[in-house]
């Protein structure tokens, strides 16, 4: 971690969810069951503060930095990857909270500043009319992690009154009294994430403030004092679907260490095998790189924002590319220990198999798919226009 991270680990707002590691992994097999993050496990999270770590201290949130947020995420998901996820999710939206119209926030924490938002960005199943004052929005939203614990929601939606030529892409806050969740999350991997749908079957009326324009996100318009709100807020978002992975790969590192010296009568016979011992050193090296490059990234991205500097878009385009290969190598590290992780790991509750499946399972979100975040950053590097407005 660099500079800016230190910084923020020593203020007085520091962020540490050690507390709650315990409680995260004794309740990961009933969240698994339960296909949601255990409220117990939920509870313990929240009293270290994590949720509100980019709230507005305004509203009672902390402002940590995204290190320190990052950095108690893997930690977090060392325990179980599935609880990083939701909690992550339901986390990062107070960032994004922070960049809407200051009514929205009123409206959401006038409660407290543990107000739970869940989130589906997609907007194919989303139907828009625009109306006087706002819009009224129905539809059906897939993949919806943790929303079985939030009581507002952001959906994507798309507005197309200036005709097909003029459309644009918007998120819109709606309380929980205007949406259902329905019960679709039946999955191989990441169970507890509680990813279900949101369906609003009748159009509810979203007033024009509980909204937000993508290229409001783009161009880090907001109306926060503190400069690491000028970072973008796709940089947040796209962290929070893929970190996790890192967390979960150094969990499988140590079950296997654990288990190879463990397993046999000679523990020292498998650290003579050059196959298992190459495994394990690459598999450690991947997982070093990758949360090397998350921290550096975001040391980065704080030093130009503290210095009043815009982060330049090659280098947004660069780390959008660089989180979405998180998922490619922590797949990779796993795959590396699963495939010699023994005849046990073959059989249902075995916990470096629950890894494998999550980690694969991450790999699906369209955010985790590097393809086209390569190309792009390859043509914008060959004088080509950026495609991407979400980095």
Known sequence: MGQA????????????????????????????????????????????????AFLPKQYGGLECTPQEFFKASVDIAEQDMATAW????????????????????D??????????????????????????????????????SGSGHCTWVLLGGLIFDQGQENIHYRTFLVPKSDFEIEDTWHAMGLQATGSNDVVI????????????HQMDGFNCKHVQTNPMYNIPWAQLFIRVVCTPAIGAAKHALKLFVENATAS?????????????TRRIAE???????????????????????????EIPMMDRIKYRYQASLVIERMMEAVDLLFNVAGGRSVFNGSPIQQIWHDVH?????????????????????LGGDNTDFFV
């Open 201 to 212: 079957d009748k159009p509810v009326f979203v007033p024009e403030y509980r909204t937000h």
């Open 107 to 144: 409206d959401v924490y006038a409660t407290g500043p543990d107000t739970f938002i869940c989130s589906s960005y997609n907007p194919a199943g989303a139907k828009v009319e625009t109306t006087e004052g706002g819009f009224n929005l129905s539809g059906r939203w897939g993949w919806s």
């Open 86 to 105: 939701a909690s992550g999710i339901i986390a990062v939206h107070a960032y994004q909270l922070s960049l809407m119209d200051p009514k929205a926030c």
């Open 5 to 52: 991270a230190l910084q923020s680990v020593d203020n007085e707002q520091a962020l540490d969810v050690t507390s709650a590691l315990d409680v995260v992994s004794q309740c990961a097999d009933e969240g698994r069951k339960a296909r949601e993050v255990s409220k117990k496990a939920i509870e313990a999270i929240r009293e270290t503060g994590y949720f509100r």
């Open 283 to 309: 598999a450690a090296n991947l997982i070093d790189e990758t949360e090397a490059i998350l921290f550096r990234n975001f040391d980065e991205m704080m030093d130009h924002v503290n210095n009043g500097r």
């Open 361 to 381: 399972i991450a790999r699906a979100h369209v955010a985790n798919s590097p393809v086209s975040f390569a190309r792009n950053w390859g043509g914008v590097q």
């Open 264 to 276: 046999s009568t000679d523990p020292t016979r498998l650290a003579g095998d050059p196959d298992v």
